[in-house]
């Protein structure tokens, strides 16, 4: 599985990073987590709220999320 925090570098996307690598950590999820933070490379996701969360090439999901949501994202 591969996991992207699409995010500019703000509170919010480095929360969302953190929450996202102690979910893959907890859940024990064979799962690479990367950051990214190119505007250009973001903007070929086709979003325009942030943080946006990609898993295996597809956005799952935009905004801020709890803990609870990122499993439930994650497990689906």
């Given at each position: 599985?591969?996991?992207?925090?699409?995010?500019?570098?703000?509170?919010?996307?480095?929360?969302?990073?953190?929450?996202?690598?102690?979910?893959?950590?907890?859940?024990?999820?064979?799962?690479?987590?990367?950051?990214?933070?190119?505007?250009?490379?973001?903007?070929?996701?086709?979003v325009m709220?942030?943080p946006a969360?990609?898993?295996?090439?597809?956005?799952?999901?935009k905004g801020?999320?709890?803990?609870?949501?990122?499993?439930?994202?994650?497990?689906?």
């Amino acid at each position: 599985m591969e996991i992207k925090v699409l995010g500019t570098g703000c509170a919010g996307c480095k929360a969302l990073y953190t929450t996202v690598e102690q979910v893959v950590k907890e859940l024990a999820l064979d799962a690479v987590v990367t950051k990214e933070e190119d505007l250009m490379k973001i903007m070929e996701y086709n979003v325009m709220t942030l943080p946006a969360l990609v898993v295996d090439g597809k956005v799952v999901a935009k905004g801020k999320l709890s803990a609870k949501e990122v499993k439930d994202v994650l497990t689906k």
